[in-house]
């Protein structure tokens, strides 16, 4: 009876884990499409080092994570056939999500940053 519930369990997780893959998949394909609209026109702030230094930082940050995100999607492709491992790949999954939405945010903070200094300056 306990090994039907773990099964069903993992069961589960592993399903979850899918929809998690499809999410990040999803996020990371939104920042690289972001960022790339974004940086078209040369368009880096004018005005104080500071404020350029912070910019960029979000930006390399944003950068950063998107890729640690990536390593673990590209970990995830292929499915583990024993428990342990198949814990260890739900896990990396959930890793790999969590830093997809770390480089999202940094991409927010870089607009907000972007627009109360332009709300400020005017």
């Known amino acids: 009876m306990l090994k ?9 997780l592993k399903r979850q884990a899918r929809k998690d893959r499809r999410i990040t ?15 078209l026109p040369p368009d880096l702030p004018v005005g104080s080092p500071v404020l ?18 990536a390593y673990f999607v590209t970990r ?11 814990l260890r790949w739900i896990a990396g999954i959930g890793r790999g999500k969590e830093w997809a939405f770390c480089s999202l945010s ?7 940053l972007h627009f109360v200094t332009a709300l400020l300056l005017s």
């Open 76 to 86: 995830s492709l292929r499915a583990r056939r024993e428990p342990a491992e198949e």
């Open 4 to 12: 039907n519930h773990l099964r069903r369990d993992l069961q589960w």
């Open 25 to 39: 998949a999803v996020v990371l394909a939104g920042v690289a499409g972001v960022w790339g609209r974004q940086f």
């Open 106 to 112: 940094a991409y927010v903070a870089w607009h907000l």
């Open 52 to 69: 350029t230094a912070l910019s960029l930082t979000l930006v390399a940050g944003s950068g950063a994570a998107w890729l640690i995100s």
